[in-house]
């Protein structure tokens, strides 16, 4: 499956943005989804999950909980993340990844798939 992230931008600390992710694949459906960032000098990390229905299973970064939401629309082939109340420290380049794992994953590895990435940032 391909992907393409989307929707990044400038904002202020406190606003809201929400990104998204269109697949490519008849059978996006099928994949995990999770959206992890990366901030300029630190490792990628995981920021939310998705398991494969429309409605399913989600995860969050213990940073994110609250404050973010992963969603999909799966007749869209799409996953979002809504993300309130950014703050600087969310300022990144936000990867959207797919899994054919039995669950959602944490961990860069366990995502095979892979967007581009769009770049948000908060300014205080």
């Known amino acids: 499956v391909q992907l393409q992230a989307s929707g990044g931008g400038l904002v202020q600390a406190g606003d809201s943005l929400r990104v998204s992710c269109a697949g490519s694949a008849r059978t996006f459906s099928s994949y995990h989804m999770g959206w992890f960032r990366q901030a300029p000098g630190k490792e990628r990390e995981f920021v939310a999950a998705?398991?494969?229905?429309?409605?399913?299973?989600?995860v969050y970064a213990d940073s994110v909980k609250g404050r973010f939401t992963i969603s999909r629309d799966n007749a869209k082939n799409t996953v979002y993340l809504q993300m309130n109340s950014l703050k600087p420290e969310d300022t990144a380049v936000y990867y959207c990844?797919?899994?054919?794992?039995?669950?959602?994953?944490?961990?860069?590895?366990?995502?095979?798939?892979w967007g581009q990435g769009t770049k948000v940032t908060v300014s205080s």
């Open positions: 990844a797919g899994s054919t794992l039995v669950m959602p994953g944490t961990m860069p590895k366990q995502y095979a798939y």
């Open positions: 998705i398991s494969w229905r429309s409605g399913g299973r989600t």
